[in-house]
Each structure stands twice: as structure tokens, then as C-alpha cells.
């Protein structure tokens, strides 16, 4: 099991440009979070998908953003038309069930030019 | 929302001490979750506990769920321990999982 894969590790995109993050849980897990950690602050939780079904997306920005975790595939945390201020880190997590014990993958840093 | 407060932010230790990082939330939870994350920037879950304590290895984290308030302890530190340590809690109190709300973190630094 080789553990929660995101990519890319690092992806640059111009202002106004589409940032996709992918995220492959580990292998039956169908809980997947994702979670931004900006420059010199904390981690902030954006979103909680079970597959096919957004659970929380409380933290979720209201413009731009979306994520999807289809029946087929990874996760995809989507941003359009980037901006400065959504240069980060994006990490995912994975977890079998609701209340079990989640893995991170190494996250994408993303760097808007 | 759950506020989370981390104590210290910042801490250097000579190798081999008892450290002790703090933890206060402010609503009821059903548990709460320590991480730890490397220099690299790689995040590991360390702990999810609900009640009492849990040990790993040299780590041992308990909780107060009364006073709202967790501590990480890590016994006869090393250098491979620097790391920041993170603490977080859910959302709300019927939140599970990991929809959660972080601390700022704990910036460990141990010298040889």
C-alpha cells in the first residue's frame, strides 16, 4: 500500500490559470479531507468528501474552488482563475471510515506567479 | 467553532529531556487529534484520542475532557523529534472525523 499520493508536489500557475490537485487515498478508504496550510500559518480545513458526496465543505472558499471524488479515481480539489493569495500548501488525508484514524499525503505546494 | 490554543509556541530542548506541549479547546469534542509534521513539510497523525491516555513509543498524550485540555509528552527527546506538533479538534461537537479546527503548532527544536 504505498499510502496517500498526491500530485504534483509542486505545481506554478500564472494568475488567472487553473490549479488541479489530485489525491489518491490509500487503498479502501472512502473518506477523503482536504486542508490548505498558507505561508506562516496553521493548517485550515476546506473540504470532506465521501465518494461521490461532498460531507462538509464548510471550509471551503465560496468562489473558485471545488472538489469532487468521483466513484472512479482520485480526488480533485479544483481552483480557477488562481490568485496570489492561493499560493499554499494543499494537503489530503484519507480515511477508511468516519471515526478511524486518517493518513496524510505529502501535499502539492502550489505557487501562483 | 472550536477554538484551538497551543502552549508553547516555540521550544528548544537539550537531548534527552521530558517535554510537555499543551492543548486547550474550547468546545466538547468527541476526540482530539495530535500531529506532527516534518521540516519537510510531510504531515503524520500521531494520536486520536477521546479519553484517558495513549502512548507510542517515547509519545504520550492524554486528555482532560472536562477542563478541555490535552497535553503531548515526549519522554528522553532526540533530535529526530524537531518537528512542529499540531494540535486539533472537530468543528463542532457532533463533527467526527476530520473535518477539524488546528492549532497554530508547536515549533519543537531538540539540540544534541
Known amino acids: 500500500n504505498a499510502g496517500v499520493m498526491q500530485n504534483p508536489r509542486h505545481l506554478v500557475r500564472r494568475r488567472g490559470q487553473e490549479a488541479r490537485l489530485r489525491c489518491s487515498p490509500m487503498?479502501?478508504?472512502?473518506?477523503v479531507y482536504w486542508y490548505r496550510q498558507l505561508p506562516e500559518e496553521g493548517l485550515k480545513f476546506m473540504v470532506y468528501l465521501q465518494k461521490e458526496n461532498i460531507i462538509d465543505e464548510s471550509g471551503m472558499p465560496k468562489e473558485r474552488f471545488s472538489a469532487e471524488f468521483p466513484k472512479e479515481g482520485p480526488s480533485i480539489l479544483r481552483i480557477q482563475q488562481v490568485v496570489r493569495g492561493d499560493s499554499a500548501a494543499y494537503f489530503c488525508a484519507s480515511s477508511q471510515q468516519r471515526n478511524t484514524e486518517a493518513f496524510f499525503g505529502q501535499g502539492t505546494r502550489l505557487t501562483v506567479v | 467553532k472550536n477554538e484551538v490554543e497551543q502552549s508553547p509556541q516555540n521550544l528548544t530542548a537539550q537531548e534527552g529531556e521530558f517535554i510537555t506541549i499543551n492543548c486547550s479547546y474550547s468546545v466538547g469534542i468527541s476526540a482530539l487529534h495530535w500531529l506532527q509534521q516534518h521540516p519537510g513539510g510531510g504531515i503524520v497523525s500521531l494520536f486520536m484520542?477521546?479519553?484517558g491516555k495513549k502512548k507510542h513509543g517515547r509519545l504520550i498524550a492524554t486528555i482532560n475532557i472536562q477542563e478541555k485540555h490535552s497535553s503531548l509528552h515526549i519522554t528522553a527527546s532526540h533530535p529526530r523529534d524537531s518537528a512542529v506538533y499540531i494540535c486539533a479538534a472537530p468543528s463542532h461537537p457532533s463533527n467526527s472525523g476530520y473535518a477539524l479546527n488546528f492549532g497554530k503548532g508547536t515549533s519543537l527544536l531538540v539540540t544534541p
Open positions: 484520542l477521546s479519553s
Open positions: 487503498k479502501g478508504h472512502s473518506h
